[in-house]
């Protein structure tokens, strides 16, 4: 690493338990939480970002689009994410694949949800957000 970049080739493990949620600003974003961890600004990763999406029962996920594709995985709960205009359940056990630019987002969960999420970016950082204003 002479630039102080990680060079991706060294394993390392994250606890989920050890990393804090954290929420938009803006509650008109949604009130869905997550926790990121893996990010070249926090960890010693490069290429992709990944974390835990938690929604409670009433919470929202805005909907947004980015530039990079996105991939959901089911932990717990169940949950309609809306991609584009079509609906898509998602559950335990369950991938979503969100292509580039989509339009997603959740209207609001019925029950506590958990899904794993990726991008194929450095950092979380990287990844901007476009909301409709």
């Known amino acids: 690493m ?5 060079d991706g ?3 390392f493990r994250v606890d989920a338990r050890d990393v804090a949620r954290v929420g938009w600003d803006d ?3 949604g009130t869905i939480t997550w926790q990121t961890l893996l990010s070249s600004d926090a960890t ?5 970002v990944c974390g ?5 029962a009433g919470d929202s996920f ?9 991939v959901y995985f089911g932990i717990s709960g ?3 994410v809306t991609v584009n205009g079509v609906e898509h359940a998602l559950g335990p056990e369950v991938t979503l694949f969100i292509p580039p630019n989509a339009v997603h987002g959740i209207v609001q969960a019925t029950e506590d949800v958990r ?3 990726t991008f194929a970016a450095d950092s979380f950082a990287d990844i901007t957000y476009h909301f409709p204003s």
């Open 2 to 6: 002479p630039d102080g970049r990680p």
């Open 9 to 11: 080739k060294t394993a």
């Open 27 to 29: 509650p008109a974003r």
């Open 44 to 48: 010693p990763s490069s290429e992709l």
């Open 52 to 56: 835990i999406a938690h929604l409670r």
């Open 62 to 70: 805005t909907f947004h689009h980015h530039q990079q594709a996105e």
């Open 78 to 80: 169940h949950v309609v």
């Open 115 to 117: 899904f794993f999420y």
